[in-house]
């Protein structure tokens, strides 16, 4: 009869998640994994799969956490009538400067680390652009909407922009520097109102 299984996937996922995204992928090992997770190596096997599907796990959780996360703030924004620049601006700067976590994002960190390597990292991290993007560019079409952005390009262009400018902000986080995120944030509000 097989050991019944006596931890929360979800929790362990969310360890190695932090772990993943302070250490990256090729600097775990699975004994760090282990030792973080709280769980048996045979156990975490069993129960969600080797280092490479535990990496995955970890990728569609953070997705799935930020997400969330940034469509309730955007939510929570629009209620209280903020206009489409302050709820871009929150996405835009969203944990940028946050020290409870890891430097960067762990989608930025993954690209850095894999590149296009492993097609189901690269998967994952599409599929998470793919959504922020999203998220973005309906922003952006609402100032359109009420004039507050140019409308000289299409709402997934000036997404697309801003996009790569946040990815770029979180590398250089990552690499340790401290870019200037207002003064950033400054440049590209001039560019999306002129």
Known sequence: ???????????????????????????????????????????????????????????SRYHQQTLTSCTQAMQQLEQSGADALTVLSMLFSRDLTNT?????NLMAN?????????????QAVDWFYNDYLTLMSAVI?????????????SSTALAQAL?????????????GAHPDIALREQAWRQFLTR
């Open 1 to 59: 009869m097989p050991a019944k299984k006596t931890f929360q996937d979800d929790q362990v996922i969310e360890k190695i998640m932090s772990l993943f995204w302070q250490q990256g992928y090729y600097h775990t090992s699975m004994d760090e994994i282990v030792a973080t997770s709280g769980v048996k190596k045979q156990s975490l096997y069993n129960a969600i799969g080797d280092k490479h599907t535990l990496y995955l796990r970890a990728l």
């Open 100 to 104: 409870d976590q890891p430097a960067g």
């Open 163 to 175: 996009l790569e400018a946040r990815i770029g902000l979180q590398t250089r986080l990552r690499q």
């Open 110 to 122: 993954a690209v850095a680390e894999f590149g296009t390597t492993d097609t189901d990292v690269q």
């Open 141 to 153: 079409l609402k100032g359109q909407a009420s004039q507050q952005i140019i409308n000289t390009q």
